[in-house]
């Protein structure tokens, strides 16, 4: 079975300081990984996926993310915090191969709070 | 270039009523997938639909049905609806069905109250 916990169900920092979003996995086989963001009253929009490329992963608007597999985690990170920011932030996997791929497996998601 | 539209952006019902919630695909996309976002929760999977059939199913009741039509429409249909069932709908799309790992557009969901 997959399940994603992400720690911290809000996380606030302060602007221009680093963003840190963990997010840690667990499932039978190395999935692909998935960040994607949410703003209030809009749907979910990609920010970045792993998919056994590169374990140091850029997404869009300055995130990036690290996969670690010792560790099951794949943290999202962004060095200096922007108002823009603020937002909820999902983790979510996908099983490689077989019956389920394509369906993502979402963590309960990070609101994060961007002060000036 | 459209992304995923969804149809109808809110909507409220009585418990016990029905409900169909709609979706169009990015263009180009041939799957549609459904997800329920509870609040203070993230999305979870509902059921995936690819060549119009249902390919996958999430764990969720048979109140929950869907369909999908030659132009990779979709529809979302919950019957005898629950409290419970107040939630945002969300809708994606995406190439290929299970065979392909293409990532997931997402609309921007369909809120449903359920008084």
């Known amino acids: 079975a997959q399940s994603v916990t992400q720690l911290g169900s809000h996380v606030s920092v302060s602007e221009g300081a680093l963003v840190l979003l963990r997010c840690n996995y667990s499932?039978?086989?190395?999935?692909?990984l998935f960040w994607y963001v949410q703003y209030p009253n809009q749907g979910l929009q990609l920010l970045l996926k792993?998919?056994?490329?590169?374990?140091l992963v850029k997404g869009i608007n300055g995130f990036e993310a690290e996969f670690k597999k010792s560790e099951t985690s794949f943290h999202l990170t962004k060095p200096s915090a922007h108002m823009s920011d603020a937002a909820e932030y999902f983790c979510a996997v996908s099983v490689k191969g077989g019956s389920t791929l394509g369906r993502l497996y979402f963590g309960r998601g990070t609101q994060l709070t961007v002060w000036p | 270039d459209a992304g995923v539209t969804q149809s109808p952006t809110h909507l409220i019902k009585t418990r016990g009523q029905q409900v169909t919630l709609r979706c169009s695909p990015k263009?180009?996309?041939?799957?549609v997938s459904w997800y329920q976002q509870a609040l203070g929760q993230g999305p979870q999977f509902i059921f995936q639909?690819?060549?119009?059939?249902?390919?996958q199913r999430g764990n969720f009741p048979d109140r929950f049905s869907g369909h999908q039509f030659p132009n990779y429409s979709s529809e979302l249909n919950v019957n005898a609806l629950l409290l419970g069932d107040s939630a945002l709908y969300l809708c994606?799309?995406?190439?290929?069905?299970?065979?392909?790992?293409?990532?997931?557009?997402f609309g921007n969901g369909t809120r449903l109250t359920v008084t």
């Open positions: 499932s039978s086989v190395p999935p692909y």
């Open positions: 994606a799309s995406s190439l290929g069905g299970t065979g392909r790992n293409s990532p997931l557009h």
């Open positions: 263009s180009g996309h041939d799957t």
């Open positions: 792993y998919t056994s490329a590169a374990t």
């Open positions: 639909y690819y060549e119009e059939e249902e390919r």
